[in-house]
């Protein structure tokens, strides 16, 4: 989204309750990032937590409220549902609010509940990444806006690079996913499912790229032993270069156990040309809908099986795998146009001619 705000018309800033692994990437598409404490919502809080968290919060908001009077911005704009500190500090500062929804509330009916109250009260526009998203928030006016991945990165001419690297031929059958790694990625799901695929296809091999959710490191090492006992399982680890990974591939499974809100990698993976497999629950049949014909399944959730067949389906209907054939592919999804830009000038033209209208 920040990339696709023209400079020097939109000067962008972010606010992070600590210092973003992101900084470099967001100084250089010209962003300042700013630090200001917030402690998370979480449904494994204890009372004490909660109790903590209500006692910080107008502490939080008079900081955000403060620094958001000293940038002078025209606009505040909340990028989760689960952040409820921005509607207040925009309020304190007059200023028009944008609620953002990137995740699909299934952990606590209690906070969806206070969300479906807030948002609507406190924003001046509700953006959410996917219909998905918006379908959580009853009665309430959302505009759905697709993200895009740079086609400039993501595309299959990039194939031939990523296999050499970790060693594996490029003439063999490869499937992979990437994500971070939590428990309810399905990433057990998938290395199960891949027994199943060995059983059939003895050539295929597998890569899993992506490092642990902060508080899942467990899950990540018990899921690194699994891997590592599994034949043709390739556990990569944290990767800088999921691009090259993506166009090396035959195949993208995406096999999440609760609904994907959107699944933007989903999207990058498709724009690298490669076939996907998905399972059925939120955003991904959005994007495969939006998808060039044959370009995937979907399957049910936690059913290893159902995603074994389909991932050995889509095998058998491919013409074989080499670097020129990868690189030949034709991108099988098509960059969204951008509209971010044209939001936040209709925001902030919206309450310019409200202020004024209150003036006279």
Known sequence: MLRSLPRPEFECHVIVPADPPLRPEFE?????????PMRRISRSHRAREWIEYALAWPVTVVRLAALLHRLDVDVVHTNSFHSWYAWAAAVLVRR??????????????????????????FSARVLSMSHAIADQLDGVEVTVVYETPDPAEFHPSRAGRFRARVGIADDLPLIGTAGRVDTWKGFDVLLEAFG??????????????????RGKEQVFEHLAGVAGA??????????????????????????????????????????????????DAGGPREILDAAAPGSGRL????????????????????????????AARSPRRDPEPERFAAIFRAVVAAARTKTRGTER
């Open 230 to 279: 599994t034949p043709g399982a390739h556990w990569l680890g944290g990767r800088d270069d999921v691009a090259d990974l993506l166009a090396d591939l035959d195949l993208f499974v995406l096999p999440s156990t609760e609904p994907e809100p959107y699944g933007l990698v989903l999207v990058e993976a498709l724009m690298s040309g490669a076939v996907v497999v998905a399972t």
């Open 28 to 36: 250089a598409a010209g962003v300042r990032v700013h630090v200001v």
């Open 299 to 326: 399957v049910p959730i936690r059913d290893p099986a159902a995603l074994a067949d389909a991932i050995v389906a889509e095998l058998d209907e491919l013409p074989g795998t080499s670097p020129a054939r990868r």
């Open 96 to 121: 028009p609010h944008v609620w953002h929804g990137r995740e699909i509330v299934v952990q606590s009916g209690a906070a969806l509940a206070l969300e479906r109250f807030l948002i609507p009260h």
């Open 196 to 213: 199943r695929v060995r059983a059939a296809r003895q050539d295929v091999q597998l890569v899993v790229a992506g490092g642990p959710v």
